[in-house]
């Protein structure tokens, strides 16, 4: 593939700049704590919602770009990166428990994701399933089973509305929004956020291998909206294992001679 | 005690794991690997054996080609007490990677087909149980067949992609089925997702393993339903998984 010279116009960055293994939070916050745990970080650049850092991890170059809430502005991250030669694209998020099974700071590295989003249409069709990478994904439960944190890898929700989940009743189509999510919940969904459906989804168009590793916020049924309930406390555990996991990639990389 | 309407089975007559394959053949075919084997019915294109494997308890069950089929079996079969669903089935590569004779253990499957969505609407993804597509991996990798990973296409007419889209949706079909393969789609089936949905629903556990019988380009003539020189394979690892699970 050709790597664009050009700097994207979103982020604004160039090739040279940035690793091919690159971290994807949503929160722009969250970039400065995932590229402490690198060496020699450094800021590449600031637009928008787009925060990215760039350091090493042992030895090899890694970035951290912040996406912004939703599957809008993460496809234009995801494209932007893809030109510029990123190959290897992992989430650290938070997401809300959707099932008895999620519990507040659980590690959750979702196996598949329900596309209750507009993102990913543009895409492909509906039926077309939204998964990870299996070797990533594999690696990542690894790294998750290493770490000795609590973990789940059920199917996560995304959706484009982060209020459906907090205050469906407020909406003029509450009663279809109340089907399809009883029907989620009783599919063995388990989680929820706003972004993993998309990232899977253009991964599996543009050869990207993603995954996706968060830290659950909250117990079933106790979703909320007030900033003193926000994971910071527990957020720690979801960067340990996103960094320990993108180490063990990048090993079975270098073992390998490449990627695949 | 009221027997099943369509498998034809009563309580009792199975075991909580249970291999299905498509057609009874292969169910007969299978059955010649267990001890103490018994056929415990055979109505319509059910035909099921129970014995033993591994020392302990296993059933077959085909389902028969489709997922109407497959989705009465699924639900006749958990009120049974199935709790392990293992598809042992063959595909179609849609894929250059993919070649004859080589295994695709679906990660999960495109739900080109009409029953799922009487169970999950068509945005929940159908997706193999983690810990069973696991144990296939293990038993794929011990084997001497080269094994892919990745997503299915589980389309509901069996000639969609070899009939040139020559249907009156032909136009609408082959710009589906391209962005299936844009997404890189490995191979196509008739029963995967299915299968999948319906025991998301049902909350029991499946995986599928799946023998690709044809290359990607291969045109229909060619193409053969039971490939003696390599169905043995995917009958292969599908028991040592089974192996592997019931040794835990």
């Known amino acids: 593939m050709k790597i664009q010279d050009k700097k994207p116009i979103h982020l604004k960055i160039s090739h040279q700049d940035i690793g091919q293994y690159v971290f994807i939070p949503g929160s722009v916050e969250r970039v400065e704590k995932i590229a402490s745990e690198l060496d020699n970080p450094r800021v590449v650049g600031r637009h928008r919602e787009f925060y990215v850092m760039t350091g090493t991890l042992d030895g090899t170059m890694v970035s951290v770009v912040s996406t912004g809430i939703g599957g809008p502005s993460t496809s234009i991250v995801m494209e932007e990166l893809h030109a510029l030669g990123v190959h290897t694209m992992v989430r650290i998020g938070s997401c809300a428990s959707t099932s008895t099974l999620s519990r507040i700071g659980d590690v959750i590295i979702p196996k598949a994701a329900v596309k209750m989003e507009g993102t990913s249409r543009s895409y492909l069709p509906n039926e077309f399933p939204a998964v990870p990478d299996f070797q990533i994904f594999s690696t990542y439960l690894r790294a998750a089973r290493r770490s000795g944190f609590p973990h789940n890898s059920g199917i996560t929700i995304t959706k484009d509305s982060f209020y459906t989940e907090v205050s469906p009743r407020t909406k003029p189509v509450f009663p279809l929004l109340q089907f399809q999510w009883d029907a989620y919940e009783r599919g063995g969904a388990t989680n929820t956020s706003m972004e993993c459906s998309t990232i899977f989804t253009i991964g599996s168009v543009l050869g990207i291998r993603t995954a996706s590793v968060m830290i659950c916020a ?7 909206n007030d900033d ?18 993108m180490r063990m990639i990048i090993a079975d990389d270098k073992k390998r001679g490449g990627i695949r | 005690m009221m027997k099943m309407m369509h ?6 007559d199975i075991a909580p794991l249970v291999l299905l394959p498509g057609s009874p053949e292969r169910a007969a075919v299978i059955a010649t690997h267990l001890q103490d084997v ?23 069950c085909s389902t028969g080609i489709g997922g109407p089929s497959m989705a009465i079996a699924v639900e006749e079969l958990v009120q049974l007490g199935a709790t392990r669903l293992v598809r042992v089935g063959t ?8 070649t004859r004779g080589s295994l695709v253990i679906p990660q999960a499957a495109v739900r080109m087909e009409g029953v799922a969505e009487q169970y999950l609407p068509p945005e929940f993804p159908a997706v193999a149980d983690m810990e069973l597509l696991t144990y296939l991996q293990e038993a794929a990798s011990s084997s001497p067949y080269e094994h892919h990973i990745g997503t ?14 020559s249907r009156p949706v032909g136009n609408w079909l082959k710009e589906t089925w391209n962005s299936y393969l844009q997404g890189g789609a490995l191979c196509s089936d008739m029963d995967t997702a299915i299968l999948f949905i319906v025991s998301q629903s049902l909350g ?15 045109s229909l ?5 039971d490939p003696e020189d390599c169905e043995h394979r995917v009958v292969d690892i599908a028991l040592e998984a089974v192996r592997r699970i019931v040794n835990g």
């Open chain 2, 7 to 12: 498998v034809g089975l009563l309580d009792g």
């Open chain 2, 204 to 218: 029991v556990a499946s995986a599928s393993a799946l023998v690709c019988t044809n290359n990607h380009d291969t």
């Open chain 1, 218 to 224: 909250t117990n079933y049924q106790a979703y909320s």
């Open chain 2, 221 to 225: 003539y060619e193409l053969e339903d």
């Open chain 1, 228 to 245: 003193k309930d926000y994971p910071r406390d527990w957020e720690h555990r979801a960067i340990k294992v996103g960094i320990e996991g």
């Open chain 2, 152 to 165: 299915c296409i589980t389309r509901s007419s069996y000639y969609t992609p070899f009939d040139g889209f």
């Open chain 2, 38 to 60: 018994e056929e415990k019915a055979y109505n319509r294109e059910y035909r099921t054996f129970t014995g033993e494997f591994a020392g302990k308890p296993l059933s077959v």
């Open chain 2, 91 to 98: 595909c179609l590569s849609t894929n250059p990677l993919v």
